[in-house]
Nanobody, 114 residues
């Protein structure tokens, strides 16, 4: 199973980006999907998670600015990020759980800077 994340880049404060993460390989029914991030010198933190029923949770710092969504048929999870701030700068990782294992993507860099 491989998760391929994309969509990162350099954006100015206040800008937007959409991250995508698609799973390939022998992965069955997917339970939760989520996004984590890790900034230099900091621990990895959970940013957003979405259940197989579509319920979403967010870390307080991104509530109202980020939206997580999923396409089960495409085995893909998205993260729409609006009103980006310099403190959102980090490597973003996607994760999917198939009720047995967690699978991680390779990370995509998001840099918010003027």
């Amino acid at each position: 199973v491989q998760l391929q994340a994309s969509g990162g880049g350099l954006v100015q404060p206040g800008g937007s980006l959409t991250l995508s993460c698609a799973a390939s390989g022998s992965i069955g029914s997917i339970n939760a999907m989520g996004w984590y991030r890790q900034a230099p010198g900091k621990q990895r933190e959970e940013v957003a998670v979405i259940s197989n029923g579509g319920s979403a949770d967010y870390v307080d710092s991104v509530k109202g600015r980020f939206t997580i969504s999923r396409d089960n048929a495409k085995k893909t999870v998205y993260l729409q990020m609006n009103s980006l701030k310099p403190e959102d700068t980090a490597t973003y990782y996607c994760v999917m759980n198939d009720y047995v294992n967690d699978y991680w993507g390779q990370g995509t860099q998001v840099t918010v800077s003027s």
